[in-house]
């Protein structure tokens, strides 16, 4: 009769201090300073991300990386539940303790030779004379400012800043920015959803206050006649049916609408071919009210049509900018 077999001793795999699981995605976000930093990561940590702001750069890779080797072994008896894998956000910008480019690119291509992390780098820009209207209305001084006037401590942080424009996986244009519009962009970007389509953008602006800088495709309406100009109509926007009716009764609507659509039916494939995650349609008008507002309506309408849903966006609606990224 054989005998048992004696109980297994514990493996040297059983004893060797465990690694803990790494993280499954680290978001860099970093740029100019009142680009929307904080917004970002409110909005990111919205969509399920940790995050956690103006980490030392000395610290970045100890907090995602794997724990020292000489972490104490748990005893063979213990059974540690394997922690569910973070997606982490962490802000980094000049006012980071031991920030420097070089120290930044540095501690970006460590973290990327990490096994299983997989880390991106979102770049906020915004146009000087926006980020000037920022730090005026919060009172806030510019982190460069302290013996410069605040437009030159925008320009010097922007040419210190502009060699990560090159290593960012996704720069961000936050001047027009909505706050709901830029959540969107970031879910567009990151959240993994199964068969993800291409997101889409609409918005109407006024060519009074500049073009949408995150606009892909622009559409001018101007040429088509102006509710402005009837009384009764002057405070209504393309929202409303009365001033629908207007609209849709110049002559040169429907040929310009089915145009528009035609344009768009064999683009909206290829751009999704090309593994493009958002795209931002933009239609302007002189005030941005009435004309490019019916028009945004219209346009989301059909795209809904479609099977694609997109988010409707009116600039220079009150109730639309009321929400806009701000720090």
Known sequence: ??????????SASTCAPRTPPRLDRVILVTGLSGAGKTSTLKALEDLGFEAIDNVPLDLIARL??????????PSPSSSTPTPT??????????????????TFVGELDHLRAIDDIDVSVIFLDCAEEELQRRFAETRRRHPLAVDLPLTDAIAL??????????????????????????????KAHFVRETGRDLAIFVISFSYRHGLPRQADLVFDVRFLK???YDLSLRPLTGRDEAVARFIEN??????????????LTPLLPRYRA??????TLALGCTGGRHRSVFTAEKIAEWLMQQGLPARLTHRELPTEAATRVNN
């Not at 995602?64 to 072994?73: H, Q």
């Not at 962490?90 to 420097?100: H, L, S, W, Y």
């Not at 310009?256 to 659509?261: A, N, T, V």
């Open 64 to 73: 995602v990386g794997p724990a020292p080797t000489d972490t104490p072994s």
């Open 226 to 228: 102006n509710p402005h």
């Open 85 to 102: 894998p973070r997606d982490i956000a962490i802000g980094v910008d000049v006012r980071t303790r031991g920030f420097a480019v070089e």
């Open 274 to 279: 090309e593994g493009k995650s958002y795209l």
């Open 250 to 263: 110049d002559p040169g609507w429907d040929t310009f609408f089915q145009g528009l659509c035609a344009f």
């Open 1 to 10: 009769m054989s005998a048992e077999p004696a109980p297994p001793s514990p």
């Open 157 to 186: 942080e922007r040419a210190a800043l502009a060699p990560l424009i090159d290593r960012a996986d996704m720069v961000l244009d936050t001047t027009d920015s909505i706050l709901g519009d830029l959540k969107g962009r970031l």
